[in-house]
């Protein structure tokens, strides 16, 4: 497990969090302003402990983007602006972010409790969009060769 998913799973046990995250919620206790805004191409933006949000964005996209910028405030502090083509951040801090988003929003022990199997029941259950889900298959260490 990388930095970025133990400091989210920190997060979730710490907040309490479980199932459907809100994310508003979360940046709020972490001393964060959420705000919408017009943006044309970009979907968010993080300056000075506030995250202005494409209002564009549906509920699913808007609650990534925000555990998004949530992980680039506590994993790599300064101004952030998100920005997929020429991003002044390296590209592993934005694996990083994405990493972060996904351990803080879906909670895979209760995924796999629920006994979910298709991608998109995660996505639903958790309230992310269906792209962002990833399957992290459980193997035993010996590959399940007895």
Request: glycine fraction near 6%; proline fraction near 5%.
């Amino acid at each position: 497990m990388n930095r970025a998913r133990r400091r989210a799973d920190t997060l979730r046990r710490e907040l309490g969090l479980r199932g459907r995250v809100d994310a508003v919620a979360v940046a709020n206790a972490l001393g964060l302003e959420v705000w919408p805004w017009q943006f044309e191409v970009q979907k968010e933006m993080q300056i000075d402990g506030q995250i202005a949000v494409a209002k564009r964005l549906g509920p699913e996209w808007r609650r990534w983007v925000i555990a998004h910028a949530i992980a680039h405030r506590l994993l790599h502090p300064g101004n952030h602006i998100e920005r997929r083509d020429h991003t002044d951040l390296p590209l592993p801090w934005e694996r990083e972010a994405e990493d972060f988003a996904h351990a803080l929003l879906i909670d895979e022990e209760e995924a796999l409790a629920e006994g979910f199997v298709y991608a998109w029941e995660v996505a639903e259950h958790f309230g992310v969009p269906v792209e962002v889900v990833r399957v992290q298959a459980r193997l035993p260490e010996n590959g399940g060769v007895s």
